[in-house]
């Protein structure tokens, strides 16, 4: 999850009730917004920031995103190839369970009966 204001407090500036935010949080918080294909009232909600403020980010962070963007779709790019490689991994291990399986089920049935 993200850690909303800088460092936990905030800068206070003439309002005291006011917190500065990161821009990577903002960044972060418009695009979890715009990939989520939620309302902008239920991600804001959930990032306890309002809407109208998710609003103003998206507008403040237009110009300037070029510059935060690269950096955080490489991160998710990561992500994924680790997680790509991991379910890749797992399959192999699937397909070769189901080939000594295989295997087995296909050697010709050995008679085990005893006489005496």
């Known amino acids: 999850m993200l850690k909303?204001?800088?460092g936990g407090q905030g800068d206070l500036g003439d309002d005291a009730r006011r917190i500065r935010f990161e821009r990577a949080f903002k960044?972060?918080?418009i695009r979890i917004w715009k990939t989520s294909r939620r309302s902008a009232r239920k991600?804001?909600?959930q990032l306890g920031i309002s809407a109208p403020t998710l609003y103003a980010w998206g507008r403040e962070l237009r110009n300037g995103a070029e510059e935060i963007a690269p950096k955080l779709y490489l991160?998710?790019?990561?992500?994924?190839?680790?997680r790509l490689n991991?379910?890749?991994?797992?399959?192999?291990q699937?397909?070769?369970?189901?080939?000594?399986?295989?295997r087995i089920l296909a050697e010709p049935a050995v008679?085990?009966?005893?006489?005496?």
């Not at 991160?75 to 680790?82: A, F, H, N, V």
């Not at 991991?86 to 192999?92: A, S």
């Not at 699937?94 to 295989?102: A, F, P, R, S």
């Not at 008679?111 to 005496?116: A, G, I, L, P």
Request: aromatic share 2%; proline share 3%; net charge negative.
């Open 43 to 45: 991600v804001a909600e």
């Open 111 to 116: 008679d085990v009966s005893v006489t005496t």
């Open 75 to 82: 991160r998710d790019l990561e992500k994924e190839i680790i």
């Open 94 to 102: 699937h397909c070769e369970i189901l080939k000594k399986t295989l």
């Open 4 to 6: 909303s204001p800088t």
């Open 27 to 29: 960044f972060e918080a």
């Open 86 to 92: 991991e379910e890749n991994r797992r399959l192999q």
